[in-house]
């Protein structure tokens, strides 16, 4: 079974800092698309950051310039860091694996999820 774990979690200022983690079991990162989303109370989901199989990096205008998506295949784990924090970053944060098998078969993995709140 594949599982996904998020942490790093928590309560800050605006301006402030986060940085999150989530680990995987049950299978390998490498080759394979890690996202982070966002949801907000009473708000659609949301990506916030990716990361390509190949290594690329892709950002929401939300977040460009603040945040940083990284990983580490050989610990299974991504990274997503937060700076410059502002109060509409509040929201749970959940990291998300998905890959495709033969013939082109989608599977999909989400992590329970990780509450940022940003306030003053």
């Known amino acids: 079974q594949v599982q996904l774990v998020e942490s790093g979690g928590g309560s800050v200022q605006p301006g402030g800092s986060l940085s999150l983690s989530c680990a995987a079991s049950g299978t390998i990162f490498s080759g394979k698309v890690l996202t982070w989303y966002r949801q907000a109370t009473g708000k659609e989901r949301e990506q916030v950051a990716e990361?390509?199989?190949?290594?690329?990096?892709n950002y929401a205008d939300s977040v460009k310039g603040r945040f940083t998506i990284s990983r580490d295949n050989a610990k299974n784990t991504v990274y997503l860091q937060m700076n410059s924090l502002k109060p509409e970053d509040t929201a749970v944060y959940y990291c998300n694996l998905k890959y495709s098998g033969a013939f082109n078969r989608v599977y999909n993995y989400w992590g329970q999820g990780t509450q940022v709140t940003v306030s003053s």
């Open positions: 990361s390509t199989s190949s290594g690329r990096t």
